[in-house]
């Protein structure tokens, strides 16, 4: 049986696995070779994506965009300029944005493989607000990850900022083409190229402080945000990925069981070899590239633990800076959890000892939000 490549690369990145017996939501709920939880939590259904791996999923349909009877918001394309400077503010950013809603772009500038933007713009933005770009797991969608996953939306409101939420195109098995050279390239004409679009319409038509841009993403989007910061290392000045992969982890790989190399742990590389992976995605870059940071579970079923270090040692060797931790915070943000800082705080590790792939856990999201100053 043949998968598409986005859904080979990849389905099972989007488990929510742990100790629970009840599966969340995105959680893998059942597939060949899988010996874990098959239980969904209460209003979600065990859907199957494919022979080797089933997800937890709303039983319902897709929460709405909007929360009002407003329509979606139709944008005009940026002008064609290479700049990202923000206009003068002349009063509350985007001023054609509903507030306090989900609510979507119909058109943000070059979007080759048609992914869709969607904003969430608090009550109380700031006159000059930071700009959050969060990309859901694959078999997700933005509603979903608005929805599902809360905690950024929620920040937003208490701190200002605006939280662009991207969504894969139609096609894509709704997963991120991570594994294309076109999406692994600046300006090559895939999905890093609309999301960066989206990150450049705001810049200059919602009064961002480009100082405040940063990227996140769960699984799949994970895997999004570390090529955003390689593509794009002008635009965002920090990541932080949940249960994710080195940049060009998967990009060699066939859809196979049992499980990919990469998914499974087993790509060990040097921190050089990672790092010019990155490298070759913007090629004679020579500006600051975003801190970044990288959390994952150690029971997560759908990315081997072993893809955290490997992660370590791609940025650390982008940032120049020692693969030797300067300090490491057991029971830090909670218990169960180990924190280690590389290069002070360029690029910080967060272990979690039986957590699953079911990345954010509640109420960690803050780490990541004090980690970006937003």
């Not at 004409?189 to 841009?213: F, H, R």
């Not at 895997?223 to 990541?239: C, E, Q, R, S, V």
């Amino acid at each position: 049986m043949v998968f598409s490549p986005r859904l080979s690369a990849f389905v099972a990145l989007v488990a929510l696995t742990n100790a629970a017996t009840a599966v969340p939501m995105y959680g893998q709920c059942g597939g060949s070779g899988y010996t874990g939880p098959t239980q969904c939590d209460p209003g979600l259904v065990c859907v199957k994506l494919n022979d080797w791996y089933s997800q937890c999923q709303s039983g319902g349909a897709q929460p709405p965009v909007t929360t009002t009877s407003s329509p979606p918001v139709t944008v005009s394309p940026p002008p064609s300029t290479t700049t990202v400077a923000p206009p003068v503010a002349t009063g509350p950013p985007a001023p054609e944005i509903p507030a306090g809603q989900l609510t979507q772009l119909r058109s943000f500038g070059n979007n080759p493989s048609n992914i869709s933007m969607f904003v969430y713009k608090p009550q109380n933005v700031k006159n000059r607000p930071g700009l959050l770009v969060a990309l859901h797991p694959c078999g997700g969608t933005a509603q979903q990850y608005f929805s599902g996953f809360p905690g950024f939306r929620q920040h937003a409101d208490q701190r200002g900022f605006i939280v662009l939420y991207g969504q894969s195109p139609p096609g894509s098995s709704n997963c991120w083409d991570i594994i294309s050279t076109a999406s692994l390239t600046r300006e090559g004409g895939d999905d890093s190229t609309g999301i960066a679009s989206a990150v450049k319409y705001a810049l200059q038509n919602w009064n961002v402080d480009p100082e405040k841009v940063f990227v996140t993403g769960t699984s799949s989007g994970a895997m999004m945000t570390n090529i955003m910061a390689a593509t794009y290392p002008d635009l965002f000045k920090a990541g932080a990925v949940w249960a994710g992969t080195a940049v060009g982890c998967l990009s060699a790989n066939t859809p196979q069981f049992p499980p990919d190399p990469c998914q499974s742990g087993t790509v060990i590389r040097t921190p050089q070899e990672w790092g010019d992976r990155v490298r070759r995605a913007y090629p004679g870059y020579n500006g600051p590239w975003p801190r970044m940071q990288i959390w994952h579970g150690t029971n997560d079923f759908a990315l081997d633990h072993k893809n955290l270090a490997e992660q370590m040692k791609q940025w650390t060797n982008v940032h120049n800076i020692s693969q030797t931790p300067t300090s490491t915070s057991p029971s830090t943000p909670r218990q169960g959890w180990t924190k280690q800082v590389y290069g002070n705080g360029l690029v910080e590790t967060f272990s979690g000892q039986g957590a699953g792939h079911g990345l954010p856990e509640s109420g960690t999201e803050v780490v990541a939000m004090d980690f970006f100053g937003l």
